[in-house]
C-alpha cells in the first residue's frame, strides 16, 4: 500500500492569512524531506494562488479559501479553492503578464510562477462560482 497522508485548511481570505497558507504547506511537505529549494517553490505557489482568491476570486471581500494536501508516495499535491468571481477565460488568464487589475499593480504572473514552481497545474474555473488551482510537486529523493 502505497503511504499516503492528507489535510485540509479553511481559512478566511485575509491577506494576513495567505502567510498561514505558505507555512502550512512548507510544514506539511517536510514529511518527504524535500530540499530547500522545492519547499521555497511549493511556498511561492501557495502564495500566488491564495493571492490570486484574495485579489480576483473575492476581490478584497472577505469569504473562504480551502486550500487541500495529500502526500503520495513523493508526489504533494495541492488543491486551492474559493468561491468567487471565477474566471472566464482561463487559457487567457493563464497568459503571462495578463491581468485584470493593472490598477491594483498585479504582474499578470501569478499562473506562470505556479507553472514554473511546480511540475504541473490545472486550473478549474467557472464564472460566478469559482476557481479551483490544483498543482502537484514531485519531491526528488
Not at 44 to 61: L, P
Request: glycine share 8%.
Amino acid at each position: 500500500m502505497e503511504h499516503t497522508n492528507e489535510m485540509t485548511l479553511i481559512f478566511d481570505s485575509r491577506p494576513v492569512n495567505e502567510g498561514l497558507a505558505r507555512v502550512t504547506a512548507a510544514s506539511f511537505l517536510t514529511q518527504l524531506n524535500p530540499t530547500l529549494e522545492e519547499v521555497a517553490d511549493v511556498k511561492t505557489a501557495v502564495s500566488e494562488a491564495v493571492t490570486n482568491c484574495i485579489i480576483h476570486g473575492y476581490e478584497g471581500e472577505v469569504h473562504k479559501i480551502r486550500m487541500d494536501l495529500k502526500l503520495a508516495g513523493g508526489d504533494l499535491f495541492v488543491d486551492i479553492t474559493d468561491h468567487g468571481t471565477g474566471i472566464a477565460d482561463v487559457k487567457k488568464a493563464m497568459e503571462p503578464l495578463y491581468t485584470t487589475k493593472p490598477d491594483k499593480d498585479r504582474s499578470g504572473m501569478g499562473f506562470t510562477f505556479m507553472e514554473a514552481f511546480m511540475d504541473e497545474i490545472t486550473v478549474e474555473s467557472a464564472p460566478g462560482k469559482g476557481t479551483c488551482v490544483r498543482m502537484k510537486k514531485t519531491i526528488r529523493r
